[in-house]
């Protein structure tokens, strides 16, 4: 006898759980974009930004110049990689000092595919 699967209720996932569905419908809406939209080496970026945000606070700071050294990649690329993502409506990113330092580190949020709005709808014009 088959069972109706609207008669099961479905478990609600926790603030954790949430947060990795997310993070894997993120990574995997990037690895299904074409290499015309992005390169091979942008989504490495991409992968290595979205698996070092902390689940707890669903943001991470860090150096572009961290990424390209822990990646073996230039650091051009990797602020391409991040602009493009960021001009996507992919990830929100914000100046912020860390432990008091005077120095201010790039602070990274993964933005959810289906609430990422394009700056060029927003602006109303292309990329650039």
Known sequence: M????????KKELSLSGT???RRDDWIGHILRRPK???????????????????????????SQEKIAKDL?????????????LKSDG??????????????????????AVEDAIPLSKVHGRARS
């Open 2 to 9: 088959q069972q109706n699967d609207d008669a099961i209720p």
């Open 19 to 21: 947060f990795y569905r």
């Open 36 to 62: 015309s939209e992005y390169s091979h080496v942008e989504k490495c970026v991409a992968i290595y930004v979205a698996e070092t945000i902390n689940p707890r606070d669903r943001e991470w700071s860090t």
């Open 72 to 84: 073996d990649v230039g650091i051009r690329i990797v602020k391409s990689a991040i602009a493009k």
């Open 90 to 111: 992919l990830l929100t990113i914000k100046r912020e000092k860390i432990n008091g330092s005077v120095k201010t580190f790039n602070h990274y949020a993964l933005v």
